[in-house]
Every structure is written in structure tokens, then in C-alpha cells.
């Protein structure tokens, strides 16, 4: 059972893009899911995270007011729509499954493969 990101892409700084997740499995319904993001030649960093029922979420300060994650439960899907998209957001996206703690100490249990996402200037 692997968990698999799509959307990203090539986009101009000020664009939007809305990443994909498909994470197959019962335990999508009892862990809350997030995004990670590795930007080139530095470490992985979190981006956002979704509690089980949807009703919580956190974000990362760098795309707070510019990022949503959502999340259906109905299709196992999670989602990061990222808006005014920069330069810097420039980086693969992970998405992840864990419990809420452990993806907001930066260490969730299971990742995704990742999609890059590139944003030129």
C-alpha cells in the first residue's frame, strides 16, 4: 500500500497549482494526513497536515494564507491547493500518513512518493 502524489508541475510565480494524494487503505479514515516538501539541496520540511475528520488543520508559517489542505474521506484523497505560488515554494511534495502528533514533529510514519513542483520567476 503506497500513498501517491500528482499536480505538480511547471508554473509561473503568482500561479496556482493543486496537488493530489491517493493513499489506498483502512487506515486512511483513522490518521490524519499532511504534506512535506523537500526544496533542492536542502533537508525535507513540513508544509501542512489535516486532522482525521478534516475539521483541524496547521500549516507551516512559509505558506500559511496561500495553501489549503483538504481531504475526502469518501475517495481516501488528500489535497494541498497552493496559490501564490513563489519561487522558493520551488521543492518535491510528499504527502504523508500518521497520527496528528507525529506528522506535526516532523517524523509521520509512512510517505508517499513525491511530485515536483517547480515555480520560475
Known amino acids: 500500500v503506497q500513498l501517491q502524489a500528482s499536480g505538480g508541475g511547471l508554473v509561473q510565480a503568482g500561479g496556482s497549482l493543486r496537488l493530489s494524494c491517493v493513499a489506498p487503505g483502512r487506515t486512511f479514515r483513522s490518521n490524519a494526513m499532511g504534506w512535506f516538501r523537500q526544496p533542492p539541496g536542502k533537508e525535507r520540511e513540513f508544509v501542512a497536515v489535516i486532522s482525521v475528520s478534516g475539521g483541524y488543520t496547521f500549516y507551516a508559517d512559509s505558506v500559511k494564507g496561500r495553501f489549503t489542505i483538504s481531504r475526502d474521506n469518501a475517495k481516501n484523497m488528500v489535497y494541498l491547493q497552493m496559490n501564490s505560488l513563489k519561487p522558493e515554494d520551488t521543492a518535491v511534495y510528499y504527502c504523508?500518513?500518521?497520527?496528528?502528533?507525529?506528522?506535526?514533529?516532523?517524523?509521520?510514519?509512512?510517505w508517499g512518493r513525491g511530485t515536483q513542483v517547480t515555480v520560475s520567476s
Open positions: 504523508v500518513r500518521s497520527p496528528w502528533n507525529d506528522i506535526y514533529a516532523g517524523r509521520p510514519n509512512e
